[in-house]
């Protein structure tokens, strides 16, 4: 019998700490976040929308900063499923260890780049999904299209990398890498943002670069 999911939500203090936490961290580096709040419900839920979460059993989150996303993932996942957040700012790391006291997470202080070794390292072969707010329109070309390559090939058949950004520059290295690309806009966020619903092979294996 499937295991009920653990309801996960955020005390009006903790969303207190998640708003200054994340607004210091974003003027001491803007790049990093694109954003001085965190995202909103509206986002969140279109994000989340592709994810079919009665069958996903890994879930990989890239830049969790304060866990608006991880929250709302952790109360629709499975029971018996595990969510891998990966984030290289030790202050969120540290606060979402704090704030989701919940088995199926684990937060690891590394960067998506590095998401095969992760994974190998925890003894998971594929992930059901792939979240991901780090801010790719900001890297160069060259590590955007390290974490596209890798993230495709640890999905597994069908599953979806969901990228939210605040720019669309990441697109045409998403487009060389994925097969399928679904692109949307959600403007009831500050600022609005950039959708990409990212899908690989249906069969598993790695496809050409």
Not at 55 to 80: C, H, Q
Not at 167 to 182: C, D, E, K, M, N
Request: charged share 20%.
């Amino acid at each position: 019998m499937e295991a009920e999911p653990t309801t996960t939500e955020a005390s009006p203090r903790s969303r207190a700490s998640e708003v200054l936490l994340f607004a210091s961290n974003f003027l001491r580096n803007p790049q990093m976040l694109g954003s001085i709040v965190p995202s909103s419900r509206s986002l969140v839920n279109k994000v989340l929308a592709p994810i079919d979460w009665s069958r996903a059993r890994v879930v990989v989150e890239y830049g969790p900063g304060v866990g608006t996303f991880t929250a709302e993932m952790l109360r629709r996942m499975r029971g018996d499923a595990r969510l891998i957040a990966i984030e290289t700012n030790l202050e969120f790391v540290q606060f979402i260890g704090t704030s989701f006291p919940d088995h199926r997470l684990r937060i690891e202080h590394d960067s998506a780049q590095n998401v095969a070794r992760v994974l190998r390292r925890l003894g998971i072969a594929r992930a059901s999904c792939i979240v991901s707010g780090i801010p790719l329109g900001s890297m160069s070309k060259e590590l955007q299209t390290e974490i596209a390559v890798a993230s495709r090939d640890l999905l597994e058949p069908g599953g979806p990398l969901c990228v939210y950004q605040f720019t669309s520059r990441v697109l045409p290295v998403l487009r060389r890498t994925f097969p399928q690309v679904r692109r949307s806009v959600e403007i009831r966020n500050f600022p609005p943002a950039q959708l990409f619903v990212c899908k690989g092979p249906q069969t598993t294996g790695a496809a050409s670069r």
